[in-house]
């Protein structure tokens, strides 16, 4: 059964949060960050945005757990949509400015499993590191 395409790029976002066992304030507060600015979003209820991480929790808790959320979440993406799946990803995993391997894990099954070539990772990793970067 596929994921409407909010739906599938708010659970990459919370596997991604989830990957270390810590979703941490500054993640939620980005995953709603993202929700509420990227143009991608504009049509979707944001009140939503807890049931939805909510039910991709559940689903982590299932028989196939985190490949069976990608690989639902795969198949509910349009192609054109899987480099702004993994930038939303990425940037959950980045606003801490901290990278642990659980994340850097989680975004190289993403990564996989959307079929994305190296040069628009690098490009969606540097890019979310520019916007990041403080003056100290």
Not at 16 to 45: H, K, N, Y
Not at 47 to 68: P, S, T
Not at 93 to 109: I, K, N, S, T, Y
Request: with cysteine; hydrophobic share 50%; glycine share 2%.
């Amino acid at each position: 059964m596929s994921l409407p395409p909010h739906e599938a790029l708010i659970y990459l976002m919370v596997i991604t949060s989830a990957s270390d066992r810590d979703m941490t304030d500054v993640e939620l507060a980005r995953i709603g960050d993202v929700v509420r600015s990227w143009p991608v979003f504009e049509d979707f209820d944001h009140d939503r945005v807890v049931g939805v991480a909510q039910d991709c929790q559940k689903m982590l808790h299932e028989k196939y757990g985190l490949e069976g959320v990608l690989a639902r979440v795969a198949e509910s993406l349009p192609e054109r949509l899987h480099d702004t799946a993994y930038a939303a990803a990425f940037e959950v995993a980045a606003v801490d400015l901290e990278m642990r391997m659980e994340e850097v894990r989680v975004l190289q099954l993403i990564r996989r499993q959307l079929d994305l070539d190296t040069l628009t990772v690098a490009a969606i990793a540097r890019a979310a590191k520019a916007r990041l970067r403080t003056l100290t």
